[in-house]
């Protein structure tokens, strides 16, 4: 690791990251040398069209898959040299998720979903913190709901709500509005952008919604699996 | 820690969803055949166990044909051994104008000298051990013969010449299985009795006994002294002999028990594989989700075990009180048999099942679980990313190894257990292979139907290789049932059907010679023809051909005990009808020459007897030796009576001589019979319809308990149906909500789904019918000397119950998939 590519401030970086896939007509590359910086408490959007790379960078991002090439630095730890329990360790430390399908627990509850992560973290309390947060996503008097009882837009605030419950340092949201309607959604991105503004959470969005994207601090536009802007978004 | 939290925490709401509870139905139902037979093969050890130590009701007994000398029980004496005698033989005994067959068990001071004997005070009441035995002028008798004369107690029996007052119900006698007891009710009386009945007359068939009993080493040299000073007529058994037989013979019933229970275990494992790959499939979206959000590997494990063990206890619950319920069923259907009051089963079946069910699920369930560790976190952002298929080397391994040591148990022997192993690959693959061509004729079939069934029959060779195992596990439940259902009743039937309409129903034994002519009157008085009489003279063969029969080689064990045993001779001019000549020539009519005899076919083959050889017969205390003449087929079925060695006339002169008779007695003039027995106290009359009701009644009952440890088989079959459906049932929902999309009725796609169950029924009831067919036809002519009948209802009935069973139980497990409403199907996301 290039010590001195660490700040205190960059929680995340890529570094040349490449992911090539075989496939029945030889090597495919999705993702090209893509490089760049993240630091603490920024929000980021990753936006472009469909097969861009936008998920492949994601999975690489938060250390789901590695890279073929090159090296991700999640808050310290360069994820290529580690085992997938020791990513998983990392993602237990430092990430939260919130998917566009929701990918809620169906056998767990609301609460018991949101206490999830806590208790993988190895939290104490993981009950009582659970409550809280699920409290301030507006479901005080759902949490005994299983996910199959609950609406779209209640099971993405679920997500949410486990998503920051363990304070992470960095949260991957991927297309979150993407299977709700418009009103939904804007509620809750507005929930989204509001819990990472109060915790100070690095965000990282990938979405194809433009108007969404334009909240974020900064947008990395990405194009046939390269990085083709990246940009400050005026605000 | 975590992990179980977790694993508890998701373990109750896994229970709820459909695979999960197939999974615990395939473990409970292999827990519950196995304890069911456990508990039962555990009882009838118990119970042979309890019957080796008393059978003898002594710890040697010697058995002869003749009064044991006095001299006997005084060098017992001298040992310091305790004796007793008894004789036992069959009578007719009254009440009023009602009578029946009893064995009269006539004791002596001290009988039984091991185990007790236990009474009742009235009939059917409590019973309890007594000591001591009926006072002279009383009676114990069998609640059985009380209720066939409609007696009780105190009321009088009458017993050959003299009257006993019944002062106790007779519920247990250590020495019950001993003779001619299985058959008829027993009654006990004393020995002071004996002599004024009238009932012991030269060459009565009466058996005496001397028992004895007492110190081990004593009883040892007692038994080492008489060896060499024993009369040929007298039999000596000792504990360890006759415990040996009974445990063989209960030791074949519990192994055979125990392989239909594997039978069972065997397709459970099947269904428990197939629920497993289901239940891990499912769960790997929540196990990405979890890796995702920083679970470890371990902990992927840890809660795969825990719940694996959860589920593990919860099946070991169901099934040991399934198994307890099936026991008790089972025990009530075979009371008579067993014993009527068998020791409680110990807890060893539910320990020794549920390790079972940890091996059924370790071997079957676990490498599916174990593989979900591997699945890979990108599966959040990608669904088609999946842990890499497990190796196929550890599957087997596992599946292997778990059946091997199931069936260990029940074999008990490295050898058998590979054969075994092998046998069982060898079926399967054959079974298998039957099914997917039948899965292949049925995929043929699909252009000549309307649309619900083509799309039916698409899905049966869609699914080929599920198709295929399941058409073979239903098909061997199915084969079983008919087996033990249509093809029993066919063989039954046959069997009654080759007996003669007027052959014989009743045997009358024990005519003296000067009673033979008065109840040939007898007869002729009431109207009916004069029977014929044939003479029976007991008698045991000595040498042949010089050499001592006890050191003689034999061909086989049957022919040293035909030549050692005691024999039943007898004389006639010319042959029987019921007899065809094989070999030699058969003496002429008036024949007078040196002793002439002939010999059963099967007797002579056993014992090694060809023409020409001669036999020494000792018989009451003199010799009589006999060259054979002829070797006779014998037709036993004719239910004549029929003898296995019969000798020239004049040969057995002068020899204390029986004569025994059949005759065919309908049932109006069975009145006649208690004034032939009233006039006649000696002699014995034989109901054969009654034992032939009796032994069919055995076979009835015996081949319901095997039915109902079957109907585990069944159910198993079921169960891999269940999972078979399970592991498809979202494809199956996502293609009805399709097909309603594209304008289906409900209606259609009920009937596509039926289909699919209906030709998978009819392939399982096809393959049932032909299994059954083969086995029958083996059965009927290797063991029954039967032809083999076809019969075309066994195919009707067979794919008939296919066809039901498979649609019930598909409806069941499908019904979610039917019944899915398009919009519910498409919102999909959780």
């Known amino acids: ?235 | 820690m975590r992990a179980v939290v977790f694993a508890l925490r998701t373990f109750g709401r896994e229970l709820r969803s459909g695979e999960v509870l197939v999974l615990l139905a395939a473990v409970s139902l292999a827990v519950g055949a196995l304890t069911a037979v456990g508990f039962l093969t555990d009882r009838i050890g118990k119970a042979v166990a309890r019957q080796a130590n008393e059978v003898l009701a002594a710890d040697l007994r010697l058995r002869s044909q003749e009064p044991v000398p006095a001299e006997w029980s005084e060098l017992a004496a001298g040992y310091g051994l305790d004796t007793a005698e008894t004789m036992s033989f069959p009578s007719v005994v009254f009440a009023g104008d009602n009578s029946a067959l009893a064995s009269i068990n006539v004791i002596s001071d001290g009988y039984p000298l091991r185990g007790e004997v236990r009474v009742a005070d009235q009939l059917f009441g409590e019973q309890r051990e007594v000591d001591g035995i009926p006072a002279a002028g009383e009676v114990w008798a069998d609640g059985t013969l009380l209720a066939r004369v409609g007696a009780d107690i105190g009321d009088l029996l009458s017993i050959g010449e003299i009257e006993l007052r019944v002062s106790a119900v007779l519920t247990y006698r250590p020495d019950q299985s001993i003779g001619f007891a299985s058959l008829a009710p027993s009654l006990l009386m004393n020995a002071a009795d004996i002599s004024r009945s009238g009932l012991i007359g030269e060459g009565s068939r009466v058996s005496y006994a001397l028992l004895v009993a007492g110190d081990e080493a004593a009883v040892n040299e007692f038994n080492e002294a008489i060896q060499d000073r024993l009369p040929e007529s007298v039999r000596v058994r000792s504990q360890e002999e006759s415990s040996e037989r009974a445990y063989n013979a209960a030791d074949r019933a519990q192994r055979f028990l125990s392989l239909t229970a594997v039978m069972s275990l065997l397709l459970s494992a099947v269904a428990v594989a197939m629920s497993a790959r289901r239940f891990a499939h499912r769960r790997m979206d929540a196990v990405a989700l979890m890796k995702s959000l920083g679970a470890t590997q371990g902990f992927v494990i840890a809660v795969a075990l825990i719940q694996l063990t959860l589920l593990g206890v919860l099946g070991v619950l169901v099934g040991s009180i399934v198994g307890f319920a099936a026991e008790e069923v089972l025990s009530r259907i075979l009371v008579d048999l067993i014993a009527s009051d068998l020791p409680n089963p110990g807890l060893r079946p539910v320990v020794l099942a549920s390790g079972s069910a940890m091996v059924l699920l370790v071997g079957f369930a676990l490498p599916a679980l174990i593989q979900l560790r591997n699945t890979p976190p990108l599966r959040v952002l990608r669904h088609d990313a999946m842990p890499p298929a497990p190796s196929r080397l550890l599957v087997s391994g596992l599946s292997l190894a778990a059946v091997a040591a199931l069936l260990y148990r029940s074999v008990g022997d490295p050898r058998m257990l590979v054969i075994l192993i092998s046998g069982i690959t060898v079926i399967a693959a054959a079974l298998y292979l039957v099914g997917r061509g039948l899965v292949f004729l049925i995929g043929r079939s699909r252009s000549g139907v309307g649309v619900a069934w083509r799309y039916g029959l698409a899905n049966v060779s869609r699914r080929g290789r599920a198709s295929a195992v399941q058409v073979v596990a239903f098909g061997l439940g199915l084969t079983v049932l008919l087996l033990l259902t249509l093809v029993r009743t066919d063989l039954l039937e046959g069997w009654r059907q080759t007996l003669d309409e007027d052959a014989p129903n009743h045997f009358l034994i024990n005519i003296q010679p000067n009673e033979v002519e008065a109840v040939g009157e007898f007869f002729e008085k009431n109207g009916m023809r004069v029977p014929s009489f044939t003479p029976l003279v007991r008698a045991r063969m000595t040498s042949i051909n010089g050499e001592s029969v006890k050191d003689r080689k034999y061909p086989n064990e049957d022919g040293r005990w035909l030549a050692n045993r005691e024999a039943n001779l007898s004389w006639t001019a010319e042959m029987s009808a019921s007899n065809e000549l094989l070999e030699g020539e058969w003496w002429p009519r008036d024949y007078d020459g040196p002793p002439l005899v002939s010999i059963e076919e099967e007797s002579a083959v056993n014992a090694g007897l060809t023409i020409g050889d001669r036999l020494k017969f000792f018989v009451a205390g003199q010799e009589v030796e006999a060259e054979i003449a002829s070797i006779r087929k014998v037709n036993w079925d004719s239910f004549q009576p029929n003898f296995f060695i019969v000798l020239s006339p004049g040969a057995l002169e002068d020899m204390p001589t029986t004569y025994i008779s059949s005759m065919k007695i309908e049932d109006d003039q069975k009145a006649m019979l208690v004034d032939l027995v009233r006039s006649y106290p000696s002699i014995s009359v034989i109901d054969l319809g009654a034992i032939l009701q009796q032994v069919r009644g055995i076979i009835e009952k015996a081949s319901l308990a095997v039915q109902a440890v079957f109907v585990f088989t069944l159910a198993a079959g079921i169960a891999v149906l269940f999972a078979a459906v399970q592991s498809t049932i979202d494809e199956r929902r996502f293609e009805s909500a399709m097909l309603r999309a594209l304008g289906a009725r409900r209606r259609t796609v009920f009937l596509g789904v039926m289909a699919e169950f209906a030709a998978l029924g009819i392939a399982a009831g096809i393959l049932a019918s032909a299994g059954a067919s083969v086995l029958a036809a083996v059965v009927a002519v290797q063991l029954f000397q039967l032809p083999y009948e076809f019969n075309p209802l066994l195919w009707v009935v067979g794919v008939a119950a296919g066809v039901f069973l498979v649609c019930i139980s598909g409806f069941f497990a499908a019904r979610g998939a039917i019944n899915a409403a398009p919009a519910d199907v498409l919102r999909w996301a959780t």
């Open chain 1, 1 to 235: 690791m290039e010590n001195e590519l660490v700040s205190k401030d960059v929680v995340l970086e890529a570094i040349e990251v490449s992911k090539q896939v075989s496939s029945p007509e030889g090597s495919l590359t999705i993702l090209s040398e893509v490089s760049f910086r993240i630091a603490a408490g920024e929000s980021v959007a990753v936006v472009g069209p469909s097969g861009a790379g936008k998920s492949t960078l994601l999975a690489l991002l938060a250390g789901l898959d590695l890279p073929s090439s090159g090296y991700v630095v999640l808050n310290g730890a360069n994820l290529s040299e580690l085992d997938e329990d020791g990513r998983a360790g990392v993602r237990a430390d430092s990430v939260g998720f919130v998917f566009q399908s929701f990918h809620l627990v169906p056998s767990l509850n609301a609460l018991e979903n949101v206490m999830l992560p806590l208790e993988l973290a190895g939290k104490n309390d993981a009950r009582a913190a659970a409550r809280r947060i699920i409290e301030q996503v507006g479901l005080k008097d759902r949490w005994s709901h299983y996910p199959s009882q609950l609406s779209g837009g209640e099971k993405q605030r679920v997500a949410i709500a486990r998503a920051f419950a363990t304070e992470p340092a960095v949260l991957f949201a991927d297309e979150p509005t993407g299977n709700l309607d418009s009103r939904t959604g804007a509620n809750i991105m507005e929930l989204m952008f509001e819990l990472n503004r109060s915790s100070r959470t690095t965000l990282i969005l990938v979405t194809h919604d433009q108007s969404l994207a334009m909240r974020c601090d900064r947008m990395l536009s990405l194009d046939g699996g390269r990085l083709v802007s990246d940009s400050e978004v005026a605000a």
